[in-house]
């Protein structure tokens, strides 16, 4: 019978619970203790803990605990939908290798009505960094994203629909965060775009109201192309670094999608916009030339570029999202976020190329 691991608050981060986590891998190491090094919490609550044992240098000491959050909002907004829930599937069922670095996962377990909780090993057990949501990425860093980006989408193009095994990712939790995220959408772009203030220019207000109350047909819209499988949330924030090499976090919202929409998020939220300016074209066009040689057929740069532009409403609606909600991200992180988005909104009239805002 497989032991629970489940974490409802700090106190249960026992060195009985992590000794049930070890006895996993190794049945003859012991653990002797186990200290929090720091707490935080967002859509998550993220703790990082030293776990000291008398197994193999190869074994994890330095551990990356995920559970539900202890902030009350971003709890509410992420429970019925289930995202945590989803990343402990991601990382105990897309089990393949797949052509992205992430990081290894010690235990994950799910129960409903008791919640979720993963462990990983922590980044920086290997020497890594994570990343920082407000982080400025070079363009050099911006084309080793696209890179990988576009070789996962590759090793997923349309496999994940008609596969049996990847039907949970349309599983009814998913199908209920679409629902809030229709329900909620006028009252949340309200409030975002009041608490914005200034950041959002008066001439965009209309626009995001208007695809806010048609936010069912814009996503309907977004999912026109063909599918693949797609991160949905790749802001610096949800990245790290190893030796100048990038690699991916928090996959709560991974779903089945258009791989252009985790490039225009990506574009949107991780350059400074006189970076993406520069580079956004030849980023795009590299992402194709990827898809190509790994021989994904039936694309073009131009209507790759068309869909690139719709997208980029998504990535200025989460984050004008999680600043009305707050408690989800770091406060200037976020006005940060909604400064580059705004502008690559903008630069593109994002706007323009969506049929229910013309």
């Not at 703790?47 to 539900?68: A, I, N, Q, S, Y």
């Not at 069912?216 to 063909?226: I, N, P, V, W, Y």
């Not at 190509?292 to 131009?302: E, K, T, V």
Request: glycine fraction near 4%; aromatic fraction near 8%; charged fraction near 20%.
């Amino acid at each position: 019978m497989k032991q629970n691991i489940l974490v409802h608050s700090l106190r249960d981060l026992t060195v009985a619970w992590a000794q049930r986590i070890v006895d996993n891998h190794s049945t003859d190491t012991i653990v002797s203790n186990i200290d929090i090094v720091s707490v935080d919490i967002g859509t998550t609550t993220r703790v990082r803990v030293l776990v000291e044992h008398d197994g193999p240098e190869t074994f994890p000491r330095r551990w990356f605990v995920k559970l539900p959050s202890m902030a009350w909002r971003a709890r509410w907004i992420t429970a019925l939908p289930r995202l945590l829930h989803t990343e402990v599937r991601f990382y105990n069922e897309i089990t393949e290798p797949i052509p992205i670095s992430r990081p290894s996962i010690l235990a994950a377990q799910s129960r409903f009505g008791w919640g979720s909780t993963l462990v990983l090993t922590d980044v920086t057990e290997f020497g890594a960094s994570p990343g920082c949501s407000s982080d400025a990425l070079t363009a050099a860093q911006a084309a080793l994203i696209v890179e990988q980006l576009a070789c996962f989408h590759a090793h997923f193009w349309n496999k994940v629909k008609p596969c049996p095994r990847y039907r949970w990712l349309a599983n009814p939790a998913r199908r209920v965060e679409d629902v809030l995220g229709t329900v909620l959408a006028v009252p949340l772009m309200k409030r975002g775009l009041r608490r914005a203030g200034s950041l959002i220019p008066s001439h965009l207000h209309a626009p995001a109201i208007h695809y806010a109350h048609h936010r069912r047909r814009a996503m309907r819209f977004l999912s026109e192309g063909a599918k693949t499988l797609i991160h949905h949330d790749c802001h610096p924030g949800n990245l790290f670094w190893h030796k100048s090499q990038p690699g991916f976090l928090d996959w709560q919202l991974v779903r089945t999608g258009e791989g252009i929409s985790d490039v225009a998020y990506f574009l949107a939220t991780a350059l400074n916009p006189e970076i993406r300016r520069l580079h956004e074209a030849n980023l795009i066009s590299s992402y194709v030339r990827i898809l190509m040689n790994n021989g994904i057929a039936g694309i073009d740069l131009a209507s790759q570029l068309q869909r690139y532009r719709a997208h980029l409403v998504y990535p200025f609606e989460a984050m004008l999202v999680t600043l009305a909600i707050g408690d989800m991200m770091d406060l200037e992180s976020n006005l940060e976020l909604i400064r580059r988005t705004v502008a690559a909104v903008e630069d593109l009239d994002a706007f323009a190329v969506m049929p229910m805002c013309n």
